[in-house]
């Protein structure tokens, strides 16, 4: 089965400062690759995603790029701010409607104003 | 956008009861819901994949008999966890996508924290 890895567990920045978190996954199958944010007490929200027919997407501060041969993807975000504090996840799945997400185990971003 | 709604957002229970979640797919039919739990600082763990008109399907480790699912529409699957105990608290979300469409998303519930006391 699919297994993701996500680094770093947990990452502090300045507010203004970019902040990367990567990804690898093992799949070779897996064409999806959301990244979800979830804030305290609620549940996963998508931020963006990319497919494999791409190598990267950006909407406003969030990237999002794609290494299909070397299976890592990575989010960047630029111009941080606090309220960009939270968890974030990467996940990886084939693009099924019935297909599972498997999710990286979460990076805990703290933007310091 | 596509709406996941899950009801409710906060349970306590007594050990020994019986709990049911609803998770809703508002606005598109989902064939396919999705239920994780996710433990404090951890990521999501996949519980089950709930099929419409069918069985679930469980993940490995997890009671079929203790996290009862049911999916009668198109719109609507319910977990039930049956015998509460206190190990069983945690953070339940569920998930939908629109199956019948290519190229869409995974919605997620606001998710429900269940503490049994």
């Known amino acids: 089965g699919e297994n993701v890895e996500q680094h770093p567990s947990t990452l502090s920045v300045q507010e203004g400062d970019s902040a990367v978190i990567k990804c690898t996954y093992s799949?070779?199958?897996?064409?999806?690759f959301p990244w979800y944010k979830q804030e305290l007490g609620k549940g996963p929200q998508l931020i963006i995603d990319i497919r494999s027919n791409v190598g990267e997407k950006k909407d406003q501060r969030i990237a999002v790029t794609l290494n299909k041969t070397a299976k890592h993807f990575s989010l960047h975000i630029t111009e941080t701010q606090p309220e960009d504090s939270a968890v974030y996840f990467c996940a990886a799945s084939t693009e099924s409607g019935y297909s599972t997400l498997t999710f990286g185990k979460g990076t805990m971003l703290l933007v310091s104003p | 956008g596509a709406v996941v709604s899950q009801h409710p957002s906060w349970v306590i229970c007594k050990s020994g009861t019986s709990v049911k979640i609803e998770c809703r797919s508002l606005d598109f039919q989902a064939t396919t819901m999705f239920w994780y739990r996710q433990f404090p600082k951890q990521s999501l763990m996949l519980m089950a994949t709930s099929n419409e008109g069918s069985k679930a399907t469980y993940e490995q480790g997890v009671e079929k008999d203790k996290f009862l699912i049911n999916h009668a529409s198109l719109t609507l699957s319910t977990l039930t966890v049956t015998s509460a105990h206190p190990e069983d608290s945690s953070f339940y979300i569920c998930?939908?996508?629109?199956?019948?469409?290519?190229?869409?998303?995974?919605?997620f519930g606001q998710g429900t924290r269940l503490t049994v006391v």
């Open positions: 799949d070779s199958a897996s064409n999806y």
């Open positions: 998930s939908a996508r629109e199956s019948t469409v290519m190229n869409t998303e995974a919605f």
